[in-house]
């Protein structure tokens, strides 16, 4: 973008120094303020009569003072005022922005802990609003909402159950919603605006402080929802007898009152069960293997009472609800799992089911105790214990002909394997798309708008959208995983510089025994091209670089 003012100017200078922790050189500064600009050809600063960034910088002591105005290059220090210490607690500790995930505009779903934390930002700092333009420059900068930077027309329009517009420029929470949020107690535990703004990106990838922030984000979405739905929900599941699947909410809910229930995707879910779990006060979700089912809380309550006394009740409760879920459900009772089940009503799938590899995981190839096997190492990790991820070179030009077949496939079939992302399951095995490639890989975690894949033939972990996932043809799961996870023998801890050596290299590893179930193996391991006999285990533990195991010696 062009610098088209002072003012922005000014504006941008600012930011730049309330976001930053250590000083900064006027070089520094202006390199930073280049890069908000997009390059140094869009700040002109002749345009505003100034040739040099350090005659702008004195024109401003405002803004800033220079601990020495006579050198080119001086620290330059932010003159503290009332905006700037209102900015301290909006933007983030580094205002040059990671690279930011593609986001589907077309179908930008904004997650709930993200709008709740909107709705907190809004709340706490914000309570008569603010303009757009600040909102773009002072909200959407700090980490947990940059990926919205580039489509705030787009967010705001997803949005208008929590915005409003206040003329053209301005912007303020729903007054219905303030109101709501006043009745709410909250509990310990919970962000604050400040709190907000000090998520890091990294905390933002981690799964374990990822599931921490949203407790701490997510209000409960009973007190927030809007009154209508909530009444709508619950006059629909006490008219239904028994449990239901939740595929079959949006039919019923639109037979009965005329309109989609598309409810679950506005507030930030990606599957209706997903909504209805956050809703204890309305209903009960059961996940298991062979199904998804939701039901009236207070339905649940009496069954559960009635179940404590009686067993022959028990049994007439659950065929009353078999009996339900019949009269819902026009699809044969088979022994199907969930995904099957779910799969035979997709709209999307064009595919023949018996096509498609529905089964959790590929059978793996046995592991044998005294074998040798030539690998190529992808990964190493020292935090517990250390370990390493190989891939077999026995099978490489089987490997390699899959990814080719595999890419030409789904280049001409993309659209056949398509499903409802909505039943994405855990620990299954599908196709996905990263950087143009396809791979198989097992979903080990799904987080409303993006899912996290471990690639079954390099166990590498990718971060991928629900657009790039598909369902994987049968005819790609005859050749095992590639990818084996070993624990290294007799070692109990190894300097993490050292077993970096060996990544991306070409070994052979000895199997000392192994582990079926969990697919690992403990190992020796050497590179292939090494004139000694010993393995690196040993010369590892004698060179001081790895501790042996206590329980080896």
């Known amino acids: 973008m062009v610098c088209q003012s ?10 730049i120094i309330v976001a930053c922790k250590n000083q900064l050189t006027i070089d520094e500064l202006w390199k ?8 140094p050809q869009q700040v002109q600063l002749k345009l505003f009569g100034y040739d040099t960034p350090l005659d ?86 700090i980490p947990i909402f940059q990926s919205y930077i580039d489509c705030v027309d787009i967010l705001l329009s997803k949005l208008d159950h929590v915005f409003i517009r206040r003329g053209m420029n301005m912007i303020c929470l729903h007054p219905k919603l303030v109101n ?32 921490q922030i949203s407790n701490g984000l997510e209000y409960p979405l009973f007190n927030i929802l809007e009154e209508t739905i909530k009444t709508n929900i619950e006059q629909l599941l006490n008219e239904i007898p028994g449990w239901i699947s939740d595929t079959q909410m949006c039919s019923l809910y639109i037979d009965k009152f005329g309109s989609p229930f598309n409810h679950y995707t506005r507030w930030g879910f990606s599957r209706i069960s997903q909504m209805f779990s956050k809703l204890p006060e309305l209903c009960c979700v059961h996940f298991s293997m062979d199904e998804v089912e939701i039901i009236s809380s207070l339905k649940h309550t009496c069954n559960d009472h009635k179940n404590s006394n009686v067993s022959e009740e028990a049994n007439k409760s659950r065929n009353c609800s078999i009996n339900a879920k ?25 595919t ?52 080719t077949d595999m890419k030409n496939f789904y280049f ?12 994405t399951m855990l620990k299954q095995t599908y196709a996905y798309c990263f950087d143009d490639c396809w791979y198989r890989g097992i979903v080990t975690d799904i987080n409303l708008s993006i899912i996290k894949m471990i690639n079954i033939d390099n166990g590498l972990m990718h971060t991928i959208l629900f657009e790039d996932i598909r369902l994987l043809h049968k005819k790609f799961s005859q050749l095992p995983p590639q990818s084996l996870t070993c624990n290294l023998h007799g070692i ?42 010993k393995y690196l285990n040993e010369e590892w533990i004698e060179s001081g670089v790895a501790e042996p195991d206590s329980d080896e010696e």
């Open 326 to 350: 019949e009269k819902f459900d026009n699809e044969p009772n088979e022994n199907d799992g969930v995904l099957k089940k779910f799969l035979r009503k997709d709209p999307y799938l064009q």
């Open 32 to 39: 930073r303020t280049n890069y908000v600009f997009g390059g």
């Open 56 to 141: 702008f910088l004195k024109s401003v002591p405002d803004i800033v003072q220079l601990e020495d105005s006579e050198d080119t290059n001086s620290i330059v220090n932010l003159v503290s005022s009332k905006l700037s210490r209102h900015m301290e607690l909006l933007v983030s500790t580094n205002i040059i922005r990671p690279p930011k995930s593609k986001i589907s505009h077309h179908n930008l779903l904004v997650p709930y802990r993200t709008q709740c934390a909107f709705i907190r930002i809004f709340y706490e700092l914000y309570p008569e609003g603010l303009s757009i333009s600040t909102f773009n420059s002072d909200v959407l900068c």
């Open 412 to 423: 001409l079939h993309e659209t056949e394997l398509l499903f409802d992302t909505t039943i």
């Open 180 to 211: 709501r949020l006043k009745e709410i107690i909250e509990t310990d535990g919970k962000y604050t605006a400040m709190d907000i703004c000090n998520i890091d990106q990294y905390s933002l990838e981690n799964k374990y402080d990822d599931q």
């Open 492 to 533: 109990d801890s190894i300097e993490e510089d050292e077993l970096l050596k060996i990544m991306d290299k070409k070994c052979t590893i000895y199997v000392v025994s192994t582990d079926q179930q969990n697919k690992s193996a403990i190992i020796k391991i050497k590179l292939m091209d090494s004139v000694s006999d």
């Open 352 to 403: 023949p089911l018996h096509d498609c590899f529905l089964d959790q995981e590929i059978q793996h190839s046995e592991l044998k105790i005294n074998n040798s096997l030539n690998v190529n190492v992808c990964g190493v990790y020292t935090n517990i214990i250390p370990t390493v991820v190989c891939q077999r070179l026995e099978q490489y030009h089987e490997f390699q002909k899959l990814l």
């Open 6 to 15: 002072l003012m922005e100017l000014k504006i941008v200078v600012r930011s």
